[in-house]
């Protein structure tokens, strides 16, 4: 993905006050699963996008202003991978409504930020420390699992944001999950190379990070037989459909837990102009 950024300089001087960035690239997460018996780790890809305008105080010190937008997945295979290890390898799972399950998280910022600039002939280094407000959106999605010893039916989790009713006079009340918002703080170095006067090409590793937490709610459903045969001569007229399970929806249970929203790690390449 392209970056577009902005600060071009005359040898020691920058040429202009304002810059603006924009572009995007590379994203990453290393996600945390806690299980029964422990926890384990997994990693997340995705991209990311940035716009940025800068204000240039001197040669060196500036102030930024930008927002931007990170995304990453997950497979099943690394997820279930993950969660087995920490259930401690007593069960089999699978998703459950595979069309209903985002296997994701993203988040979109507006950061307010400072950086320094070290300048060599065309190439410049600067380091940048960034404050600001985070809209997150977590995992959803529902699974079941099956005890490997077969001595019990499937268990099924909803794993989701918060809910909130919404009523409009309109139309009936319906429920639409709850937006959060985390404090964020950022840090990156990029690294420029001047093209011309005024625009330059950019690479710069950072990562956001948040140190409070998300709502997460999980809902537990136990199993039940399908039939349960009064007697052995309808048993036997069942046959095998009498040994299956259906979801029990009247066994719902629901945790909220605060858990950590792991950082974005990224990779953003482009160029930018001054002005």
């Given at each position: 993905?392209?970056?577009?950024?902005?600060?071009?300089?005359?040898?020691?001087?920058?040429?202009?006050?304002?810059?603006?960035?924009?572009?995007?690239?590379?994203?990453?997460?290393?996600?945390?699963?806690?299980?029964?018996?422990?926890?384990?780790?997994?990693?997340?890809?995705?991209?990311?996008?940035?716009?940025?305008?800068?204000?240039?105080?001197?040669?060196?010190?500036?102030l930024s202003l930008e927002m931007n937008y990170q995304w990453a997945s997950?497979?099943?295979?690394?997820?279930?991978?993950?969660?087995?290890?920490?259930?401690g390898g007593r069960y089999k799972y699978g998703l459950y409504e595979r069309w209903n399950s985002y296997l994701n998280q993203s988040q979109s910022s507006l950061m307010l930020?400072?950086?320094?600039r070290v300048q060599h002939k065309r190439f410049t280094i600067v380091p940048r420390v960034?404050?600001?407000?985070?809209?997150?959106?977590?995992?959803?999605?529902?699974?079941?699992?099956?005890?490997?010893?077969?001595?019990?039916?499937?268990?099924?989790?909803?794993?989701?944001?918060?809910?909130?009713?919404?009523?409009?006079?309109?139309?009936?009340?319906?429920?639409?999950?709850?937006?959060e918002r985390l404090l964020q703080f950022g840090a990156s170095c990029q690294l420029t190379y001047k093209v011309f006067k005024h625009l330059y090409a950019y690479v710069e590793p950072g990562m956001n990070y948040s140190p409070f937490k998300l709502s997460v709610v999980c809902d537990h459903y136990e199993s039940k037989r399908y039939s349960e045969p009064s007697n052995w001569v309808?048993?036997?007229?069942?046959?095998?459909?009498?040994?299956?399970?259906?979801?029990?929806?009247?066994?719902?249970?629901?945790?909220?837990e605060k858990r950590s929203f792991a950082p974005f790690f990224y990779v953003n390449f482009g160029v930018g102009i001054s002005f």
């Open positions: 993905m392209l970056l577009v950024g902005i600060p071009v300089f005359s040898q020691n001087d920058i040429s202009g006050k304002l810059s603006l960035e924009t572009g995007g690239g590379w994203a990453g997460q290393i996600l945390k699963v806690q299980g029964e018996q422990g926890s384990d780790f997994f990693v997340a890809t995705g991209s990311s996008s940035c716009l940025r305008m800068n204000y240039h105080i001197n040669n060196n010190w500036g997950f497979s099943e295979a690394d997820y279930f991978g993950a969660l087995n290890v920490a259930d930020g400072g950086f320094y960034s404050i600001g407000i985070s809209f997150p959106s977590t995992m959803n999605f529902e699974y079941k699992r099956i005890s490997k010893s077969g001595d019990s039916g499937p268990e099924y989790f909803y794993i989701h944001s918060p809910k909130v009713e919404v009523n409009d006079f309109l139309i009936n009340s319906y429920e639409e999950y709850k937006e309808e048993a036997v007229g069942q046959g095998d459909s009498a040994q299956s399970w259906i979801k029990d929806e009247s066994s719902k249970s629901s945790t909220l």
